[in-house]
């Protein structure tokens, strides 16, 4: 079983920055294709960023340029760099891994983006 902690959330104002870390522990918790979504009120969750095993990222169309997705060398973290950030990035973020058994989730950390 495979635990994700998310954290690094908070209250930022448009155009600042923010970092979420995710933090990974448990059995197979290393070295595998990690990811960030992200659900605002009333909205489905969304797909944000993923780093996969080989180091390939990809982004959603609308952070592109803004945020970069990275992770450690043990391969059981995985940060979510976000800058020049808008009032419509507010929402829950959440961070996946992907096990052979099927994807696993963090409990989310709360971004807020507001003037």
């Known amino acids: 079983q495979v635990q994700l902690v998310e954290s690094g959330g908070g209250l930022v104002q448009p155009g600042g920055s923010l970092r979420l870390s995710c933090a990974a522990s448990g059995r197979n918790s290393r070295g595998n294709t990690m990811g960030w979504y992200r659900q605002a009120p009333g909205n489905q969750r969304e797909f944000v960023a993923a780093i996969y095993v080989n180091g390939i990222t990809k982004y959603a169309d609308d952070v592109k340029g803004r945020f970069t997705i990275s992770r450690n060398r043990a391969g059981n973290a995985v940060y979510l760099q976000m800058n020049s950030l808008r009032e419509e990035d507010t929402a829950i973020y959440y961070c996946?891994?992907?096990?052979?058994?099927?994807?696993?989730w963090g409990q989310g950390t709360n971004v807020t983006v507001s003037s």
């Open positions: 996946q891994a992907i096990l052979p058994y099927g994807p696993a």
